[in-house]
């Protein structure tokens, strides 16, 4: 029974500890386009991906096998029947008028909230940063910028980097003066961990939740403090 839980509880972390890739990956030609979304996880166990072919669809991969696929635009049929089917009018409550606040007590909420959120918030935006990296760029056509002087800078700009670069990133670009933009094969593949990003969050949350706790007491207690008006 122990063994048990215990394989499960493993499983369960797996997506945690092992890193999701997120990726993009198109052909453009002067015919044709194709564009592909995907993320991987558990190293492409499981695979969700968003296609442009011609028409845009989704499907959801398990190892390699289509499981699902989904046209986007499309309704089914129970969808299609309610979109037939008149609505009904909705009747609306008479509700007693609240109080409207002065843009006064506005403004100081807002900027009470930001004061609470500003510090965790960009704390989590560096974390967030510094988990993901760079898998893989790579690029295979030709390019044009318009004109022969902007093609060869930038094509020179490109070999530089190509040799300079790490072996992540490859590019195999050539030159084509007549040609204005890249016609080829290209692919940008980012990877990042799931338990530290939730981690991170986590974080972000307590941080956020103790400065509003902290604020809304001290809101209460000077609510308390003040000394209430006596009918004269």
Known sequence: ??????????????????????????RLEDEYT??????HILC??????????GS????????SIGVIRRTLGEKDEEEKEKDEKPEEALVEEDQEPKAVKS???????????????EGPALKLLGRILRSFWLCRLEAEGRFGAGSPDATGRT??????ANGATHKRIKLNVD?????SGFRGRFTVEIAFWLGYLLLAILWVAVAIGWRFGVWYLQQRLMTFRKPKTQPA
Request: proline letters at 4%; a negative charge; glycine letters at 10%.
């Open 1 to 26: 029974m122990i063994e048990s839980v215990a394989v499960l509880v493993i499983l369960a972390l797996l997506p945690l500890a092992i890193p999701i890739r997120i990726g993009f990956a198109g």
């Open 34 to 39: 194709e564009a592909r979304g995907y993320v």
């Open 44 to 53: 492409g166990l499981l695979s969700a991906q968003v296609v442009y072919d």
């Open 56 to 63: 845009l669809f989704w499907r959801l991969n398990i190892a």
């Open 103 to 117: 843009l006064r007590e506005r403004l100081d909420e807002v900027l009470a909230y930001y004061g609470i959120v």
């Open 155 to 160: 094509t020179g700009v490109l070999y530089a």
């Open 175 to 179: 030159p084509d003066f007549g040609l």
